[in-house]
């Protein structure tokens, strides 16, 4: 049974920093590119990092240079460094792995499995 699991949000002020984690079971945790979506009320979900098999790293242009991502193949783990958060960061963070890798390549959504979501609220 495939499973993802978000894990690190909360409630934080601005310049706060959080770290996101996936843990993952029952994939081949090492052939998938991994990454996280964020949705905001009102607002498109958006790729905010991925990190494929070679370890290339991709991210939207809001949040260059303050988030990163990295992954941890051993432990099946995944986790997204999120610095200097600003309001409106705030959203629904998910994990998701990507087989096909085209999450990279396109910037686009494309996931073969994704965690349940953890919350992110960034406010004074």
Known sequence: QVQL???GGGLVQPGASLRLSC???GITFPIYAVGWYRQAPGKQRELVA???VSRRTKYADSVQGRFFVSRDNVAK???LEMNDLKPEDSGAY???VDRSGS???TGEESYDYR???TQVTVSS
């Open 23 to 25: 843990t993952t079971s």
């Open 50 to 52: 991925v990190i494929t």
């Open 103 to 105: 999450s990279y390549t």
């Open 115 to 117: 965690g349940q979501g």
């Open 94 to 96: 998910y994990c998701f």
């Open 5 to 7: 699991v978000d894990s």
């Open 77 to 79: 783990t995944a986790q």
